[in-house]
């Protein structure tokens, strides 16, 4: 590799295909010292004996007044003597010698930039010669007052493949990714998105594109109104995706569900989705009756490992949907049929004339839950395969054997009725 071609005698190698190695030494504005080659004749001292101090072998700096080994190929010792920085005096009487003019750099090789004003060749493959050029932030005036008054008149390139999937963005999509940057893969892009309203009452916000299926909205705008941190007062019976909510209790469910599938003539099915209902108008009724539950049953006032205070355990509860209902609606219907949307809109389940899909009650009236998945199963005889899980504060509960339609209410002032397995019961039926 060949010596830069600076005319102040640059010891440094160039940069192929440039003949200099800096764009300081390019345009003649670099600080190098003339090194003796590159004196006038006349004005080369005479070599001088190799200094004492030097190691065996060694040559001494090019600085005058200095007595250091220099660091092959450079001709100086440090940068500070290289720049004429080191505040050495001059160990010759004769005055210092004059360096010549300095030499128009010969012109690079290549395309000039693009930016107007800019004299600086491009940097191939690129049609600019920095990124301030090419983004317009390098300050530089039209050298041209004739040319278009633009900065960089040349129209650029339309882009090619498909564009990102961010509603509102013209960028071209990063191959191999449906969307140009990461931003808009996760909808902190600020893009207008074109998706339905925000699944959060009174929020006039539309929903983003959904990161984990593309093509696709999220049910809310952001994590605030999905957390219920936005303020919004939210209505009875509004569902959300588990998955995007609260994942860690999406797969929990999702593993219970599979767990109780206790089957073995039926295949446990894929679970699609778990949607959590708002019901937080029955909250205080609810926490009301367990704190009554307690307070007949103080045995039952703490918590364990399988139930919560009043023994409030997690029930599967099988119905019929006939609609669409977490497909293609987030609404609840209002056909007569469809029992899971009667239950989103009467706000959860209710006693009233309560009785298994059967068209009797093998226990009597009352609401019918199971901690089998497998046995709700067989009440979900819908269009579409659905099945609530719910708390359920089952209290002290009276074991049935067999069965009793006559039921009214829990026998033996007890809480709940549980039907043991036995016979025609191949699970629990509390």
């Given at each position: 590799m060949s010596n830069c071609m600076c005319p102040k005698g640059c010891p440094l190698p160039k940069l192929a295909p440039h003949n200099f190695c800096g764009r300081s030494c390019g345009n003649g504005t670099c600080t190098h010292l003339p090194s003796p080659s590159h004196l006038p004749q006349a004005a080369v001292p005479a070599a001088a004996p190799a200094p004492a101090a030097a190691s065996p072998g060694g040559t001494k700096c090019a600085c005058n007044g200095c007595n250091n080994t220099v660091f092959p190929p450079h001709p100086f010792c440090s940068r500070k003597c290289g720049t004429n920085a080191c505040g050495h005096s001059s160990s010759s009487a004769a005055p210092a010698p004059a360096a010549p003019a300095p030499a128009v750099a010969p012109a690079f090789s290549g395309p000039k930039c693009s930016c107007n004003?800019?004299?600086?060749?491009?940097?191939?493959?690129?049609?600019?010669?920095?990124?301030?050029?090419?983004?317009?932030?390098?300050?530089?005036?039209?050298?041209?007052?004739?040319?278009?008054?633009?900065?960089?008149?040349?129209?650029?390139?339309?882009?090619?493949?498909?564009?990102?999937?961010?509603?509102?963005?013209?960028?071209?999509?990063?191959?191999?990714?449906?969307?140009?940057?990461?931003?808009?893969?996760?909808?902190?892009?600020g893009h207008v998105a074109l998706g339905p309203a925000c699944r959060c009452p009174l929020c006039p916000n539309p929903t983003r594109p959904n990161p984990k299926n593309p093509g696709s909205f999220t049910d809310f705008c952001s994590t605030n109104c999905s957390s219920k941190a936005c303020g919004h007062p939210h209505k009875p019976g509004l569902i959300r995706?588990?998955?995007?909510?609260?994942?860690?209790?999406?797969?929990?469910?999702?593993?219970?569900?599979?767990?109780?599938?206790?089957?073995?003539?039926?295949?446990?099915?894929?679970?699609?989705?778990?949607?959590?209902?708002?019901?937080?108008?029955?909250?205080?009724?609810?926490?009301?009756?367990?704190?009554?539950?307690?307070?007949?049953?103080?045995?039952?006032?703490?918590?364990?490992?399988?139930?919560?205070?009043?023994?409030?355990?997690?029930?599967?509860?099988?119905?019929?949907?006939?609609?669409?209902?977490?497909?293609?609606?987030?609404?609840?219907?209002?056909?007569?049929?469809?029992?899971?949307c009667l239950i989103l809109k009467s706000g959860g389940l209710t006693t009233a004339k309560a009785k298994s899909q059967t068209g009797w009650g093998r226990y009597g009236c009352g609401i019918y839950t199971t901690s089998t998945s497998s046995k709700a199963n067989d009440y979900s005889r819908g269009a579409v395969d659905a099945i609530f899980m719910a708390e359920v504060v089952v209290g002290d509960t009276f074991k049935l054997m067999s069965d009793d339609p006559t039921l009214t209410q829990p026998p033996g002032g007890k809480d709940s009725v549980v039907a043991e397995v036995s016979g025609a019961n191949a699970s629990d039926e509390p």
């Open positions: 004003g800019c004299t600086a060749p491009a940097l191939a493959p690129h049609p600019f010669c920095s990124r301030k050029c090419g983004t317009n932030a390098c300050g530089h005036a039209s050298s041209s007052s004739s040319a278009a008054p633009a900065h960089h008149p040349a129209t650029p390139a339309v882009a090619s493949g498909p564009p990102c999937a961010c509603p509102g963005c013209t960028a071209p999509a990063i191959p191999s990714f449906t969307f140009c940057s990461k931003k808009c893969g996760t909808g902190t892009c995706r588990l998955s995007q909510t609260d994942p860690i209790k999406f797969n929990e469910i999702k593993q219970q569900f599979a767990s109780k599938w206790l089957s073995t003539t039926i295949p446990c099915p894929t679970v699609r989705e778990i949607y959590s209902v708002d019901l937080s108008n029955k909250k205080s009724k609810f926490d009301a009756y367990q704190r009554m539950i307690i307070a007949k049953r103080p045995h039952l006032a703490k918590a364990t490992a399988k139930a919560g205070p009043g023994n409030t355990r997690r029930r599967f509860h099988g119905t019929n949907q006939n609609c669409l209902l977490g497909i293609a609606t987030m609404d609840p219907c209002s056909r007569s049929d469809c029992s899971v």
